[in-house]
């Protein structure tokens, strides 16, 4: 079966980092584009960044220059690193299998929380 | 960036109905559009892929259709478990974009 499951979330103060994981199981990350999608308590959801094949990577305007999204593909692990966070940044965040054309998003996993507050 | 426009944000329907909801795309997406179902606390689970192609596994009375830029998701037969936020989304190019999100309350 394939799957995805993050881990990493937390409570961290305004201005710190964290690195959140996502383990894939059922297929290999090197070989599909990785996609992190977030959620605002209460709100809709908010594509983040994407790693593709190559190593190609893409981010909202509202995390460039603070989060890099990264792979090991030995473990099979897709990560995201987030810098400089703020409580905008506050919110769920889901690991996916990106597809691309055609597919889009096809496998979620349950997501992490991360909560921004001193 | 590619703007999607969801409506409605909200509706209520009676068990058994059928109802519609629509995305607009800012410019022509082809057919890289999904459909997608939440229920609270849980994570989005795919409905509908190419814009109208069913997902294995989900019940034939959801159905999608469209092209370019104007795009429905349709739920026939509404059923309580159907209660949940559906989200459209274009994966067409990056940044990828959702629509804004619709509450269907089944009464």
């Known amino acids: 079966e394939e799957q995805v499951v993050e881990s990493g979330g937390g409570l961290i103060q305004p201005g710190g980092s964290l690195r959140l994981s996502c383990a894939a199981s059922?297929?290999?990350?090197?070989?599909?584009?990785m996609t992190w999608v977030r959620q605002a308590p209460g709100k809709g959801l908010e594509w983040v960044s994407v790693v593709d094949t190559d190593g190609t990577t893409y981010y909202a305007d509202s995390v460039k220059g603070r989060f890099t999204i990264s792979r090991d593909n030995s473990n099979n692990t897709l990560f995201l690193q987030m810098d400089s966070l703020t409580a905008e940044d506050t919110a769920v965040y889901y690991c996916?299998?990106?597809?691309?054309?055609?597919?889009?998003?096809?496998?979620w996993g349950q997501g992490t929380t991360v909560t921004v507050s001193s | 960036d590619i703007q999607m426009t969801q409506s409605p944000s909200s509706l209520s329907a009676s068990l058994g109905a059928g109802v519609t909801i629509t995305c607009r795309a800012s410019?022509?997406?082809?057919?890289?559009l999904g459909w997608y179902q939440q229920k609270p606390g849980k994570a989005p689970k795919r409905l509908i892929y190419a814009a109208s192609i069913l997902q294995s596994g989900v019940p034939s009375r959801f159905s999608g259709s469209g092209s370019g830029t104007e795009f429905t998701l349709t739920i026939n037969s509404l059923q309580p478990e159907d209660s949940a936020t559906y989200y459209c989304l274009q994966h067409n190019s990056y940044p990828y974009t959702f629509g804004q999100g619709t509450k269907l309350e089944i009464k």
């Open positions: 996916a299998r990106d597809q691309g054309y055609i597919y889009g998003l096809d496998v």
């Open positions: 059922g297929f290999s990350v090197n070989f599909n584009y």
């Open positions: 410019q022509g997406i082809r057919n890289d």
